[in-house]
């Protein structure tokens, strides 16, 4: 069963940064359709982050300060993120997609606050 396991999620100040890590088992990354961060707020909806899909797209919301990256050796995909918000806070997942499979992590909290 393919499982997608986040890291690296917890309690940083306003203007912070954090990693966020997700590794992947049995599904390997190199055959994915797509792959991304999305975050959920409390009572907002589900919204992509940065996602790749051929190429690298990033919601206006963090332009500049978010990088994705993917690492097929490892089979992981990070997200760094900089001079981290308060509205930054959210429950922040991995996903993937593949032949019309789409694959969720269980999440990681990330909460910014002074």
């Known amino acids: 069963q393919v499982q997608l396991v986040e890291s690296g999620g917890g309690l940083v100040q306003p203007g912070g940064s954090l990693r966020l890590s997700c590794v992947a088992s049995?599904?390997?990354?190199?055959?994915?359709?797509?792959l991304g961060w999305y975050r959920q707020a409390p009572g907002k909806e589900r919204e992509l982050v940065a996602g790749i899909i051929g190429r690298i797209n990033y919601a206006d919301s963090v332009k500049g300060r978010f990088t994705i990256s993917r690492d097929n050796a490892k089979n992981t995909v990070d997200l760094q993120m900089n001079s981290l918000k308060p509205e930054d806070t959210a429950v922040y997942y991995c996903?993937?997609?593949?032949?019309?499979?789409?694959?969720w992590g269980q999440g990681t909290q990330v909460t910014v606050s002074s």
């Open positions: 996903n993937m997609r593949r032949s019309g499979f789409t694959y």
């Open positions: 049995i599904i390997n990354i190199f055959s994915v359709d797509s």
